[in-house]
């Protein structure tokens, strides 16, 4: 099955950045040349993605600005004989990017129903804007290799990482099957949010990559129903899908990078720069 859409969400007003993204979104921060969003959108490109919607809120539109075409500065950089900056600027010319906002913050699952209507592909990839990965394959390279191996009519496969049990209060952490695993493919039977390091049923938590059935995100108009005034999480969708679709995880390799932390940003950019 060919993966063919991806939704990246980028809503949030990175406030752990300010007082620099009062003005520039936490996503255009840099890389070495490159800012965080483009690595995002070439992991998608490096699986055949060519169908991005990015989900932000008033004020960032300068992410997908980035990315559209500006004829004149081409042409500057051609006549000049700059042709690899050309070459750097023109690999998004093929690419559809759709915009949808999200005017409330009320969760990352608040945030991909945004995107509800655009999604018309069986399976969709969902990269949060924090979370890079360094290996020979990227992260969602990776993801997409272990759901192949896996996929059915209905399955997800979602972007695992084993931290310190003194850290499972952070993340959704999955209840794993004691068997049905395939090297790092782990099957899942449950899903807890932010549990206590007592509570929680493994180490191995979530990180923010995804390959979801449109059934996911119908799920999400669902649970946003019931919740009212509450955050809508993504993983709330999933618990309540848990006996209708196959859920499987996959332990990555490599090194993860939370650039959503001056911290990591930090490693980021020494080790990726």
Known sequence: MKISQAILPVAGFGTRFLPWTKVVPKELLPIGSRPIIALLVDECMSVGINDICFVISRGKEAIPQFFYAQPQLEHELQKRGKLHLLAELMKYNNVNFHVVY????????????????????????????????????????QLVAAFKQVESKDTAMLCLQDVERKLVSKYGIVDISPDKHLNRIKKIRGLVEK???????STLGIVG?????????????????????????????????????????????????????????????????
Not at 109 to 127: E, F, P, Y
């Open 102 to 141: 999200q005017e409330e913050m009320k969760g990352d699952g608040h945030a991909i129903l945004q995107a509800k209507n655009w999604v018309r592909s069986d399976t969709v990839a969902i990269l949060f804007g924090d979370d890079l990965i360094k290996f020979e394959k990227n992260g969602l390279q």
């Open 195 to 201: 549990p206590k390091p007592e509570e929680a049923p």
């Open 209 to 273: 990559k995804y390959l979801v059935p449109k059934s996911t995100i119908e799920e999400l108009a669902k649970v946003e129903s019931s919740h009212q005034d509450k955050e809508i999480r993504l993983i709330d969708a999933l618990k309540a899908q848990i006996k209708k679709i196959d859920i499987y995880g996959y332990e990555f390799e490599g090194r993860r990078f939370d650039t959503g932390t001056p911290e990591g940003y930090r490693e980021a950019v020494k080790e990726l720069g």
